[in-house]
């Protein structure tokens, strides 16, 4: 009568071993890359609508176009200070942002006008968000 395969360390080291390899763990998520597009669509805000009114603003404050890029990247920055924090802290990290920036030699006036633009298209991101969860 044969024996029932009992588990031990070394077959258990020995899957262990097989599961991580190089070639097994893109097998794992190769059955995902359908459907990861559509899975990740409502976590990524877009940064293109973000990048649009920094621009506007930028354009009517008169900043050189060479310039656009560094405010552009604040507020990408920003963005990221915003979808971390809430209240006080983020308001302290976003000072502190902006006191990084104005070091740098950049515009305090458009630097607090981009923090004025972000804050609220985070907010229409989220409920954009939770609009779509919900729908």
């Given at each position: 009568?044969?024996?029932?395969?009992?588990?031990?360390?070394?077959r258990?080291?020995?899957?262990?071993?097989?599961?991580?390899?190089?070639?097994?763990?893109?097998?794992?998520?190769?059955?995902?890359?359908?459907?990861?597009?559509?899975?990740?669509?409502?976590e990524?805000?877009?940064?293109?609508?973000?990048?649009?009114?920094?621009m506007?603003?930028?354009?009517?404050?008169?900043?050189?176009?060479?310039?656009?890029?560094?405010?552009?990247g604040f507020?990408?920055?920003?963005?990221e200070?915003?979808?971390?924090?809430?209240?006080?802290?983020?308001?302290?990290?976003?000072?502190?942002?902006?006191?990084?920036?104005?070091?740098?030699?950049?515009?305090?006036?458009?630097?607090?006008?981009?923090?004025?633009?972000?804050?609220?298209?985070?907010?229409?991101?989220?409920?954009?968000?939770?609009?779509?969860?919900?729908?």
């Amino acid at each position: 009568m044969p024996k029932a395969r009992k588990s031990s360390p070394i077959r258990r080291q020995i899957r262990f071993r097989e599961k991580y390899q190089h070639r097994t763990v893109p097998l794992r998520y190769k059955v995902y890359l359908p459907r990861m597009e559509e899975l990740l669509k409502p976590e990524l805000p877009r940064y293109v609508d973000l990048e649009q009114p920094i621009m506007d603003e930028c354009q009517s404050k008169g900043v050189p176009t060479d310039q656009w890029q560094y405010y552009i990247g604040f507020g990408k920055r920003a963005k990221e200070i915003c979808m971390t924090f809430s209240s006080e802290t983020k308001a302290e990290e976003l000072e502190i942002l902006q006191d990084e920036y104005i070091l740098r030699g950049h515009d305090p006036n458009v630097l607090s006008q981009i923090k004025g633009i972000v804050d609220p298209w985070i907010l229409g991101v989220s409920m954009l968000e939770i609009d779509t969860r919900l729908g």
